[in-house]
C-alpha cells in the first residue's frame, strides 16, 4: 500500500489491523487496483484466462480479488480463450504443425476441448495446414542435406522435425519424396 492510503485507513507499524479495515482495503483498494493491473497487462500483450491469473498472482493479489478482475475483464470481453486460439490458430497455420500449435495453446492455458472447437470451426484448418510443405521449408531454412543422409544425419533430421510437432509418418513421407534441389 501507498503511505496515503496507509494515512487514509490510520494503519501504523505495529499495530493490529481489524477485520473491518482488511475488508476495507480488499474492497475500495485491492480490487480497483487488481482491475486496473488486469487492464494494463492486456493493453500491452493478449492473456488467456490462466495467464493473467497467473500475471496476477505474482502480483500477490489475493485469490477472491484475482476472480474479480477477471471477472470484470472477462465480462468486457477483453478475456476470451476461444478467440485467443482462433487467432493462434489462423496466424500460425503456415508455420507450425497441429500438434505444435495444440501444446502451444496448452501451455498458455486453453483447454484442449476449446482448442478442439476452434479447429474444427475454422474451415479446412487441417487441409490448410500443410506438413509437408512446412517441412520442406525448414530443411530448406536449416540448409539440411538429405540427399543421402547418414544414419546419425536422419537421427538428428528426425529429433529436430518431431521436436516441432511433425509426426514421424510426415516426415518420412516427405524424406522418401524429396527431390534433391532442396539438399
Known amino acids: ?25 480488499k474492497t ?17 500483450h493478449s ?14 493479489y489475493p485469490d477472491e480479488i484475482i476472480d474479480d478482475a477477471l471477472q470484470y475483464v472477462i465480462g468486457y470481453g477483453y478475456v476470451d480463450d476461444r478467440a485467443f486460439a482462433r487467432d493462434y490458430i489462423t496466424s500460425h497455420n503456415q508455420d507450425k504443425s497441429i500438434r505444435r500449435m495444440v501444446s502451444d495453446l ?4 486453453v483447454s484442449r476441448d476449446i482448442i478442439d472447437d476452434v479447429l474444427t470451426s475454422i474451415d479446412g484448418t487441417a487441409d ?3 506438413e509437408e510443405e512446412q517441412i520442406r521449408r525448414l530443411l530448406t531454412k536449416r540448409r539440411l542435406d538429405i540427399s543421402d ?35
Open 28 to 44: 475500495e483498494v485491492l480490487t480497483k487496483r487488481a482491475r486496473l493491473r488486469a487492464m494494463n497487462l492486456l493493453m500491452k
Open 149 to 183: 543422409p547418414s544414419t546419425e544425419q536422419l537421427g538428428k533430421i528426425y529429433s529436430y522435425l518431431t521436436g516441432r510437432g511433425y509426426s514421424a509418418e510426415t516426415i518420412r513421407k516427405v524424406l522418401r519424396n524429396t527431390p534433391e534441389e532442396i539438399s
Open 1 to 25: 500500500m501507498y503511505k496515503s492510503e496507509l494515512a487514509a485507513y490510520g494503519i501504523v507499524e505495529g499495530e493490529i489491523i481489524t477485520e473491518e479495515t482488511c475488508e476495507l482495503i
Open 128 to 130: 490448410a495446414v500443410d
Open 47 to 60: 492473456f488467456t484466462e490462466r495467464k493473467l491469473r497467473e500475471k496476477l498472482i505474482e502480483g500477490g
Open 106 to 109: 496448452t501451455a498458455k492455458g
